[in-house]
């Protein structure tokens, strides 16, 4: 969202992916910020039930793919 907005596009209605899961919710209250409309990630957070919490929150759909592919 940061690099469009630097280009002067719009994100609104887009779907995001993150090839790891959120750790807090501050990452969908960003993207529904930004107009974000779904999220696909693999989930795995401890804090699952936040994020799960501020997508609904938002309005915004949420898939679970259950597959990681950022390891540390």
């Not at 899961?21 to 779904?38: Q, T």
């Not at 696909?40 to 804090?47: A, E, K, L, T, W």
């Not at 039930?49 to 309005?59: L, N, T, W």
């Amino acid at each position: 969202a940061l690099k469009a907005e630097e280009a002067k596009l719009t994100v609104a209605g887009s779907v995001m992916a993150s090839d790891a899961f959120f750790p807090f919710r501050d990452g969908i209250d960003a993207a529904a910020a930004a107009g974000i409309k779904a999220v696909i990630q693999p989930g795995g957070s401890m804090r699952d039930g936040e994020v799960i919490a501020a997508a609904d929150e938002h309005g915004i759909a949420m898939v679970f793919t259950g597959v990681r592919h950022f390891r540390h």
